[in-house]
Nanobody, 122 residues
Framework: QVQLVESGGGLVQAGGSLRLSCAASGRTFSSYPMGWFRQAPGKEREFVGA????????VYAEAVKGRFTISRDNRKNTVYLQVNSLKPEDTAVYYC???????????????WGRGTQVTVSS
């Protein structure tokens, strides 16, 4: 099993940046592809990006491509989401998840954190 805890969210002005972290417990963290998702009020949870187990491949949703960057440090059991050039529409709860595959499908992710709130003011 893997337990995930996100941190780093907050209130930021449009154009600002944040670095979200997701700390994992469990010896097998390095074997999992990791994903970031977000959910805004009244909307479904949506894919943000993912990174493979080795950290050599990433994929992003079109809405965040070029602004968000995912990385991981398997020695620290942590995955990161650097969010730059934030827009009000990026306001959401951001979740990390450990998956069975390097994919954008929420159904392929078995373990989820409780999320961290990101609020972007205009």
């Amino acid at each position: 099993q893997v337990q995930l805890v996100e941190s780093g969210g907050g209130l930021v002005q449009a154009g600002g940046s944040l670095r979200l972290s997701c700390a994992a417990s469990g010896r097998t963290f390095s074997s999992y592809p990791m994903g970031w998702f977000r959910q805004a009020p009244g909307k479904e949870r949506e894919f943000v990006g993912a990174i493979n187990w080795r950290g050599s491949r990433t994929v992003y949703a079109e809405a965040v491509k070029g602004r968000f960057t995912i990385s991981r440090d398997n020695r620290k059991n942590t995955v990161y989401l650097q969010v730059n050039s934030l827009k009000p529409e990026d306001t959401a709860v951001y979740y990390c998840a450990a998956g069975r595959a390097f994919t954008n499908n929420t159904l392929d992710y078995d373990y989820w954190g409780r999320g961290t709130q990101v609020t972007v003011s205009s």
